[in-house]
Each structure stands twice: as structure tokens, then as C-alpha cells.
């Protein structure tokens, strides 16, 4: 059995949120799913928008601290620390020896 921490696993999933509506955002139909789910084995949830992707030239940037892209008014108005999402959750993840 793994141990998480919930507080970072709330940060991981509220950073995820963001990322997808900033994906979405002013976009006509648009979709944010989130599933959840669990076996024997794990748990596990799912965050997924309908926006345009990440572009293939950045992908490998996503998990690099502090890399931001977001070009939307949506963030614009955020006042907290913009770029560590994918960052963010890429070290809870390592760091946690039950995942």
C-alpha cells in the first residue's frame, strides 16, 4: 500500500484543472472529464479537455520547472505561480517511494 500525501495530491489535481481550462478556454464546446478509479492495485484519476493539444516542439518542456506557455486570459487573472503544474507533479510522483 502507498502513502500519499493529500494536500499534494490536491495540488497535482487542482494544477491539472487549470492546465485544462486553460486549454479550453473561450473555446466554444468546451469539455472537461474527470475520472476516477481503483482495483486491487491502485487508484488512480484522469483529467482530459477537448482543447487543441500540446504542440510536438514543446512537449518535451512540459515537466521543466516554471515552463508556462499559457496564453490565456483565464491565467492572466490568476495571481498565484504560473508553469509548475506538470513540474509539480512529476516530483510528487517520483518522490513518493509507493508510487
Do not use: C
Not at 491539472?16 to 478556454?25: G, K, P, Q, V
Not at 472529464?33 to 512537449?59: C, H, K, L, S, Y
Not at 496564453?71 to 513540474?87: E, I, L, M, N, Y
Amino acid at each position: 500500500m502507498a502513502e500519499v500525501v493529500s494536500s499534494e495530491i490536491s495540488q497535482v489535481l487542482q494544477n491539472l484543472i487549470r492546465n485544462a481550462i486553460d486549454a479550453i478556454f473561450e473555446q466554444p464546446d468546451a469539455t472537461i472529464t474527470i475520472r476516477t478509479g481503483n482495483n486491487a492495485e491502485e487508484v488512480w484519476f484522469m483529467v482530459q479537455d477537448n482543447g487543441p493539444g500540446i504542440p510536438e516542439e514543446v512537449q518535451a518542456k512540459i515537466f521543466d520547472p516554471f515552463y508556462n506557455q499559457t496564453q490565456s486570459g483565464f491565467r492572466d487573472s490568476f495571481k498565484g505561480p504560473k508553469g509548475t503544474g506538470q513540474f509539480g507533479a512529476a516530483h510528487v510522483f517520483r518522490n513518493d517511494p509507493g508510487i
